[in-house]
């Protein structure tokens, strides 16, 4: 149930954004050491974003999964995920935030329940 939220300020207009969200669904799965099958990933363009007191391409992204993260893999899912961002949307890695949540599945709804 791992989701990945990421807004950029870039245009996704003309990407091929189905190979940012494979990459990432892979990347996140592998990572946290979850199926595929329950990685969702939200990726939304040209929205306002000022980091830094500039609007250059930047990106801000929160992570929410039931259990699988700790020091080791959240700096392995940064680095991954910064490098997508990077070579897909030209976002400078050192401008890119990732928040990480370990949530209790309870807090997770799913299929009319929750986890």
Known sequence: MPCLNLS???SVDGVDTSAILSEA???VAK?????????MIVLKGSVPIAFGGTEQPAAYGELVSIGGLSPDVNKKLSAAIATILETKLSVPKSRFFLKFYDTKGSNFGWNGSTF
């Open 8 to 10: 950029t300020n870039v």
């Open 25 to 27: 669904t892979s990347t």
């Open 31 to 39: 990572l946290i050491g979850k199926p595929e099958a329950y990685v």
